[in-house]
Structures are given as C-alpha cells and as structure tokens.
C-alpha cells in the first residue's frame, strides 16, 4: 500500500449541481454555501478542481486520497427524501474519480436505510463515513445499528466526522470548527467506548481530528471511568487533520504510534509539513502506510 490520506473533501460536478438545485440549507448559491447554524461560506472553485487536486496530491506523495462527504453541511441529518438525491449525486460523481483517489460513502442517519447503503457500497467505496453527533449516545447507536452491521458483515470501516454545528451563526467563523466539531469529536470516542464496541465488536473505527484530543483524557477515564484501560482497542484510530506535532505526540504517548493515521482535511486544512510530525521516520511511515492498510483492510502491512 503506498502512502495514504484518508481525509479530504472533493465536491465532484454532480454533487454541486444537486446543492445548487435546492432553496433551503444546505444549497449552493454559485458558490456560496448556506447552512443551517453556520454564516455564509464562500467557497473557492479551484478548491474543488479535480485535475489540480490530483496535482496537489502527487505532490504531497500521496498513492491515494480518500474523500468523504462534508457532514457538517447536514445531508445525512435530512429527510430520506430529501437525502437521497444529494447522497447520490455524492456517490455518482466519487466513484469515478480518477486516481489516486478514493472515497468514503454516506449515508441518511435520519431515515436509516441500510439496503441503500449496501447498494452505494457496492460501487467500490472503501468504507461508510457518519456524522459524529449521531454517534453520540445510546440512542445514536441503536438508530444506526443496521449500517453497523453492514459495515462489520463486509469487513468494512467507520470513518466518524463532525456533523452539523447548529447554533453558530451569529459568532466568529471560526466558532464551529473549534468548539462544537470538537465537542461532538469528543462526545463520540467516549460512546463509542460505551455503546457501540459492546454492539460491534468487530468494527473497525477511525475519528477525525484526534477524537478531539478526547484520547487525552485517559488518566481522567482512570479515575472517573469504568476501571479498564481507555487505550487498549487495537482496531480504533484516529487521524490528524488540523493538528500538528504537539498534539499528535501526545495522542501517541496515550494511544501508541499504531493507532494514529494522516489525514488532511484538505481543502480546509493542509497536510502536515512533517510526515512524521517530528517523530521520526517509522512514525511516518506507520501513519501514511501501516495504519491505514490495517484501517482499511484489517491487515499489517
């Protein structure tokens, strides 16, 4: 397996056709994205150039770039009905991007259909990515149940994304990156650990953004937890995007060096200077190379 981002985002032709064909959040209005909870967000073209993507990922020495669908901008959280046409215009337009990219389908958490999951699967995807904010507690896990047995039937893995950040409008544009994608990230690792590895306990799992930093807070779990080691599953990961050495050091110190995979974020992110985040040439070796072969295919390199 050659190295490996295995978070960015690219909006093909037919998924901004479908956003730009709505009136109500989430739509594109040329391009500029509304949302619900979020100001405006003007949105560069060229960030979603396929053919200068593809550049920017040769130059970073990437053999593949996984995309998903942004969660944030709420499709999954719509009415089936509503749902549907985007996730598949999402699904169209990804399974025939050009190398070296790859993708994570999606799915509706609302109206939970796990025959159309299987179905867009079948496309070639390399696993299902869900917002974190239906992950968050028991409920979230019984509602998404069946999309997590498919996923373990197939030998497939769940890639956690932040959701929807309602609420957010009026503060700083910053305000739902670094506070409620945060919080979700961390409400996520904790019910994971508490709802969904008792329910599936074959699933293999990455979060995005170190689990906002939730593994961190291991010595607390100690204390305050349920007695057991909060770093000991060998198929849970998370990834990189936003953060840099200081961070994904200590997330190494509490997870060890095989739990942590690259991701970018970009178009929204840049991926790190340092492969290795200033830990060596083994660290970086197992976070584009290792890690993700295991992530994805439950095999050591």
Same mark, same amino acid.
């Given at each position: 397996?050659?190295?490996?981002?295995v %978070?960015?985002?690219?909006w093909?032709p !037919?998924? #901004?056709?479908?956003?730009r064909?709505?009136?109500?959040?989430?739509?594109?209005?040329?391009?500029?994205l509304?949302?619900d909870?979020?100001?405006? &967000?003007?949105?560069?073209?060229?960030?979603?150039?396929i053919?200068?993507r593809?550049?920017?990922?040769? @130059?970073? =020495?990437?053999?593949r770039?996984? /995309?998903?669908? !942004?969660? *944030?901008?709420? #499709?999954?959280?719509l *009415?089936g009905?509503?749902?549907r046409?985007?996730?598949?215009?999402?699904?169209?337009?990804?399974?025939?991007?050009?190398?070296?990219?790859?993708?994570?389908?999606?799915?509706?958490v609302?109206? #939970?259909?796990?025959?159309?999951?299987?179905?867009?699967l079948?496309?070639?995807?390399?696993?299902?990515?869900?917002?974190?904010?239906?992950?968050?507690?028991?409920?979230?896990?019984?509602?998404?149940a069946?999309?997590?047995d498919?996923?373990?039937?197939?030998?497939?893995?769940?890639?956690?994304?932040?959701? *929807?950040?309602?609420?957010?409008?009026?503060?700083? =544009?910053?305000?739902?990156?670094?506070?409620?994608?945060?919080?979700?990230?961390? !409400?996520?690792?904790?019910?994971?650990?508490?709802? =969904?590895?008792?329910?599936h306990?074959?699933?293999?799992?990455?979060?995005?953004?170190?689990?906002g930093?939730?593994?961190?807070?291991?010595?607390?779990?100690a204390?305050?937890?349920?007695?057991?080691?909060?770093? =000991?599953d060998?198929?849970?990961f /998370?990834?990189?995007s !936003? &953060?840099g050495?200081?961070?994904?050091e200590?997330?190494?110190?509490?997870l060890?060096? %095989?739990?942590v /995979?690259? +991701?970018?974020?970009?178009?929204?992110?840049?991926?790190?200077q340092? *492969?290795?985040? +200033?830990?060596?040439?083994?660290?970086?070796?197992?976070?584009?190379?290792?890690n993700?072969?295991?992530?994805? @295919?439950?095999?050591?390199?």
């Amino acid at each position: 397996m050659t190295n490996c981002d295995v %978070h960015q985002h690219l909006w093909t032709p !037919s998924l #901004v056709t479908a956003l730009r064909s709505r009136r109500e959040p989430p739509f594109l209005d040329g391009w500029t994205l509304f949302l619900d909870g979020e100001p405006p &967000y003007e949105i560069p073209p060229a960030d979603h150039d396929i053919a200068r993507r593809a550049d920017l990922a040769a @130059t970073d =020495g990437l053999g593949r770039a996984l /995309v998903s669908l !942004s969660s *944030p901008i709420g #499709v999954e959280w719509l *009415p089936g009905a509503e749902a549907r046409p985007l996730l598949d215009a999402y699904h169209e337009g990804s399974a025939t991007l050009p190398e070296p990219f790859g993708a994570w389908a999606a799915a509706c958490v609302r109206d #939970v259909d796990a025959k159309a999951t299987a179905q867009d699967l079948d496309a070639g995807f390399v696993g299902l990515q869900l917002p974190a904010n239906a992950l968050a507690d028991a409920a979230g896990y019984t509602r998404c149940a069946p999309l997590l047995d498919l996923l373990e039937e197939r030998d497939l893995p769940l890639f956690v994304h932040p959701g *929807p950040a309602p609420g957010g409008a009026e503060g700083p =544009g910053w305000w739902p990156a670094m506070v409620p994608y945060v919080q979700q990230m961390h !409400s996520a690792w904790f019910a994971f650990r508490a709802y =969904g590895r008792p329910r599936h306990p074959r699933l293999r799992i990455c979060f995005a953004l170190l689990a906002g930093l939730a593994p961190l807070h291991g010595e607390r779990f100690a204390a305050r937890g349920d007695g057991s080691d909060a770093a =000991g599953d060998p198929d849970v990961f /998370v990834e990189t995007s !936003s &953060y840099g050495p200081t961070a994904v050091e200590a997330v190494v110190r509490a997870l060890g060096v %095989h739990a942590v /995979v690259q +991701g970018s974020d970009r178009p929204y992110a840049e991926p790190p200077q340092q *492969p290795g985040f +200033g830990l060596g040439g083994a660290a970086a070796y197992a976070f584009r190379i290792t890690n993700p072969r295991r992530l994805l @295919t439950g095999k050591a390199d």
